[in-house]
């Protein structure tokens, strides 16, 4: 499958806050981003499609942020959204998996990629490029579908986790990487009036030895 042209597609199909994952406001996310990333420091929001966080961290001059899709549509529709504050925001079109960042990262958002990563190469990759994105110390928030979350999304089948089946996962493909610091669910409403649940652990990434 043609993945930037699947997502491409569905950008498309519909105005942006009738897709399933809209959110006016980002709570959950803009919340954790207010905890982790520190002032003035540096994030990256993986698989940001349309998301409007960024305008959140722009509005609260938080720190810098990259936002990261394989969707030129998506994308196009964040920085026509931002106008001139587009100016302010990395823009990187590009599949997580074949990606290798040119900076380091207090913070790594992920809020739905690591779930449609069902292979097991393709999840070792993503965990190799956070590992050379993320800066020693930084924390990783990695969302998915929980156990009782959908099987499918926007017709690509998902992997669901509880939080202990990622760490276990996430330690099992790159062992002390990361450390499991807290986690949460979270029921997001769609805007028909559905439910999908998730999953969202925060990790600290490991320090290097002194």
Known sequence: MDLPQHWDDTYRARDEDALTWFEAVPEVSLRLVRQHLPRGGTMIDVGAGASRLVDHVLDERRGRVTVLDLSPEALALTRERLGQHANEVS????????????????????????????????????????DASLRPGGTAIISTFDLTGPEQCSNLPVQRYSPETLDARIEQLMPGLLTLVRSEQHTHHTPKGNTQTFQISVYRKKEIPT
């Open 91 to 130: 823009f990187v079109v590009t599949d997580i998996r074949n990606w290798t960042p040119d900076r380091a990262y207090d913070l790594w958002h992920d809020r739905a990629v690591f779930h449609f990563l069902t292979d097991t190469a393709d999840q070792r990759r993503y965990l190799e490029t956070l």
